[in-house]
């Protein structure tokens, strides 16, 4: 049924919009795609692309596994507060974190002194930025209830703490790390406005030629090339990946209580803060931004969120499109949920070979193919009945869910792959039907990854901008949509609500987040 | 990134809408389970009659109230679907010519508007026009486009800023490449936002064919290119909500009112009116529209009192009729008497060439 | 010399998981700590690995203290219940393991390898993965793992625990082989006392967190130090008070004990027997009958007849007692 889904809502569209580029007369026209890829300019493109998503997608990792180690591996008051507002970043609107980001390192901002503005490094920064909580959640929730007495072994056998990390640890969280990274790299790789607002309009990726060429000059041959050279890029990203992560045997778990941080993790512990200052700058001035006014002080830009704004911006107040937000949040991550689960469980099969990665991959691909691609082959292939899909208004909720799919399949999939196959069969023996083995073995391990999966999708539907402002209906803006209005308009108080309704965003993301990761207390001993 | 993979927003919430989203790589499964449900909007044939469908660019601002008095006139219920920015709304009506999105549409500017006209994505409709409104018509048109609106898209400057300076403001483009003004411009560039494209055309307009060699002169004197309209307002200029560091911004003739002060009554900026480009928005009928007379019955309602007066309001553009306008627009937001202009027809055929010119010009 | 832990206290928030427990290893010799589980056993070990800071006492080597020594530079290894073996390594890749992070030359470790593997009698698994092993392989493994460096002392903490009982026994035997050959010095952590006595030569029993009795196999073995202990290390039965006098009355005049331990084969069928009793119960099993007779004066005991006798429920004998198979025990437990 996923297959099938699949193969209709995604692979019909983009070879629709693809053959419209490359057969614009019923006649192939490879000449044209030929002399798009011969073209300066777009080797310059990709190697720009493969390098700057190569780059962000190391930092994010090297910046993330400390803290997932942390958040994760430790036990300590604070904690789960900090879990959620890692995930903060990934919900913010790119326009927004872009004039938050470019507000620091504008030559008149606090770091202007730095000099990167508009320049690649600033590009590099902002892709980590959005990224490390990607890293955190995937490889955090697979490596936490890790039995540490691999670890132990090796310590005892005389190896240093740096030496059990490179031979011991990083191997055994391997295929979460792999997983996360390509995940991380697709998002890097597939960067739109991050690239455009950071680099101003010095740097362009094979994202914003697709954007440019698509939506603005009408040059399918070229966008098609494009989009070819990119599912290209992608299919080999992710057999690479498929074959990193092959051969990771079952992980032991065990319940022994979590540590208290000591001095030994200083280190670590440092590492954590400073990412988590990395991450909370931008956000911090967000909050300094949403409390001025004029030049003092105060709350005004909150008490305006329930208005519409000065000179009436905005349909709706922000307080409504806030209520919207979350109820498309709800349905969005309920339905990712569901989705994600069943697509994770059916390639943590074990003994289905390269059938599964092959699977795995399949659900990866609407993440590393141009969404305008994917978007204009809707428009084009699936608008008559009984698939006319191209109002349907229900699909708000639905497309946030398929972003959201991918990273609840890479949380979820490696934790069940982890599991003993011999526990299911132990269940099985001992008379429990297919559905109690699910409930008893594979849900009583992976419901962490759930939990942080659930959250992970709640958050990203809550910050998801580009679906919804396509498909929304006008009356029913999101509050991501909302923000991108006010920031789009002229005048203090649509600035100040815009930086406001930021922070309620944000804020409300750290509760929702929060709230999920209390739930887990409850339903712990439920298994 | 995930989600926004959205360029930065244009001004006047002319937000470039993101690009679809990767997500709608896959709506599908849910997709199923929506048709099922059959609440696909154009299907209804029942209700065809008194609706239609209105494919719009982003900055569809229109309060409800206006679209109710519509259907209490006429009995016509209007959805309004809002389809990218200009370029991309224009481009996803040629795709999909052949069974269109919608009845009608609104939001094509003057830039697209002859590829629109040409590609034959338009039925023709004569709709009765105010004599003052005539000069507003896509020329060369053969009455497919009505004029709804438009904007003048011009350098602004931050008055405080060259009062405590000391400095004359420049007055004209030529000015912008007097070292004096050195390092102050910031503009969006117009590959990524559709007033950057609006100068670009201002420059084409005032400088012919030498157009490229006042942008590297302007790019020599210190200019700052940036992808949208909020990064070059909000972070770069002086009077934007980041407090920047550059007193000379492109932007639109009705920002000024904006940035009247709380307790004052000027504004701290002003629009330089010798450096403007004209967008002129407009409305049409779709080719093969399900219910063409209930989309002219809009478009004359657009180009009516009611909605004309609602227009500076809530979508920050002028209205083509003679309405009345807000008060601080009338005092604040005075527009050019000659603005620069190109012929719709040489933007067609050029656009993409000047564009990518652009572009090696000021990314070297 | 070798290792001494003196008066550690490990303490999890509230509860006090090891309490002043005071240790000796002596160099050469293999000492298991005996507990049921929760005893605090594991919790020491991990003490001495360095894996768990104690909140008072200290634990030396050689006279030396370790307080300040992280796991790593201990000269330790450390031998799980589950092997914990590095899955993404082949065998000789987990054996040599700590020979590569101490740099040995190739050929070096090639050959310390294969003598490993080979004195764990697996020659020929180089290349093999974990994955594929069965359950006592992994425990050979992991125990030529730790060998590898010839450690110090060698930590183990239930090894056989995991395998089924004729491979425990077997990997029991061998293990205590292995150790003598290598002349390592272990520390041992069980609730076995099979494996105890299988593996060891010295004995510590735990209990709530103490150490209740410590000295070599025979010593511990010979002199419980109570009726608990007596009956975790495997003794059938307790006997104090007027029970006990009465046994020692009629079976033992000339002994001393006031309070003892019966092993099952204390008490066996002997027609010529001091003892009188009903037989309970019979049940045969591999080495004799098991009984549960009601001894006349005495009360419930259990007893052995020799396999073949054909003893019946009901059925009155007589029985004498082996003074080789009983302790006597030095206080009673209130």
Known sequence: MPLTALGLFFAYPVAGILLRGLRPDGAWELGAVIEVLARERVHRVLWFTLWSAAAGTTLAVVLGLPVAWALHRLRFPGRDLLRALVLVPFVLPTVVVGVAFRQLLAPSGPLGGLGLDGTAVAIVLALAFFNVSVVVRTVGSFWEGHDPRREEAAAALGASPWQVWWTVTLPGIRPAVVSAASVVFLFCATAFGVVLTMGGLRYANVETEIYLLTTQELDLAGAAALSLLQLAVVVGLLGVSARARRGSGPVARSPRPLPRPGVRHLGVLAWTAAVVAFLMTPLVSLLVASLRRGDGWGLQNYAALATTGEGNALLVPVTRALTTSLTVALQASAFALLLGTLVAYLVSRPRRGSGAAVLDGLFMLPLGVSAVTVGFGFLITLDRPPLDLRSAALLVPVAQAMVALPLVVRTVAPVLHSVDDRQRQAAASLGAGPLRVLRTVDLAVAWRALLAAAGFAFAVSLGEFGATAFLARDDDPTLPVVIYRLIGQPGAENFGMAMAASVVLAGTTTLVVLGVQRLRVGSAGAF | ?364 | MGLSVEAVSVRYGATLAVDAVSLEVPTGSVTAVLGPSGCGKSSLLRVVAGLERPAAGRVAVDGRDLARVPTHRRGFALLFQDGQLFEHLTVAGNVGYALRLRRAPRARREARVAELLSLVGLEGYDARLPATLSGGERQRVALARALAVEPRLLLLDEPLSALDRGLRERLAADLHEILHTAGVTALLVTHDQEEAFAVADRMAVMREGRVVQQGSLAEVWRRPVDAWTARFLGYAETLEGEQAAALRRLAAPEADWSALALRRSAVHLDPEGPLAARVLEARLDPDHVRLVLDVNGVGRLPGVAAPGSAVRVGERVRLSLDPDRLASLPRVTA
């Open chain 2, 1 to 364: 990134m995930r989600r926004p993979f959205v360029l930065t927003p244009r001004p006047h919430h002319r937000p470039r809408r993101g690009t679809p989203l990767r997500a709608l790589a896959a709506v599908p499964v849910l997709a199923l389970v929506v048709t099922a449900c059959g609440s696909s909007a154009g299907d209804d044939a029942a209700a065809e009659a008194d609706t239609i469908t209105l494919a719009t660019h982003d900055s569809w601002a229109m309060p409800e109230e206006v679209l109710d008095a519509f259907r209490d006139e006429t009995g016509i219920e209007v959805v309004v679907q809002p389809q990218g920015d200009a370029g991309t709304l224009t481009n996803k009506l040629v795709l999909t010519r052949d069974n269109p999105l919608a009845d009608g549409v609104y939001g094509i500017d003057n830039t697209f508007g002859s590829r629109a006209v040409d590609e034959g994505v338009l039925a023709p409709y004569d709709a009765a026009l105010p004599e003052e409104a005539e000069q507003y018509r896509l020329p060369g048109g053969e009455r497919e486009l009505t004029p709804v609106d438009f904007g003048d898209v011009c350098v602004n400057y931050d008055r405080t800023w060259f009062e405590e300076e000391g400095l004359e403001p420049p007055r004209s483009l030529d000015d912008l490449l007097d070292p004096a003004y050195a390092d102050l411009f910031v503009t969006p560039g117009a590959a990524t936002s559709s007033p950057g494209l609006a100068f670009l055309l201002a420059t084409v307009a005032a400088e012919g064919d030498d157009w490229p060699a006042y942008w590297e002169a302007l790019v020599d004197n210190g200019a700052k290119v940036t992808a949208g309209w909020s990064d070059a307002y909000e972070v770069d200029f002086t009077a934007g909500g980041g407090g920047g560091d550059r007193p000379l911004v492109l932007s639109y003739s009705s920002s000024p009112p904006f940035t009247v002060p709380e307790g004052g009554d000027e504004p701290t900026t002003a629009a330089l009116l010798d450096t403007c480009y004209r967008q002129v928005e407009y409305a049409g009928v779709l080719e093969g529209a399900a219910n063409p007379e209930g989309m002219q019955q809009l478009i004359d309602f657009m180009v009516g009192e009611q909605f004309q007066e609602a227009l500076p309001d809530n979508m920050y553009v002028y209205p083509v009729t003679d309405v009345a306008l807000p008060e601080a627009w009338a005092e604040h937001a005075p527009t050019a008497e000659t603005p620069y202009a190109v012929d719709p027809a040489e933007v067609a055929a050029n656009r993409e060439g000047w564009v990518r010119e652009w572009r090696d010009l000021v990314s070297r």
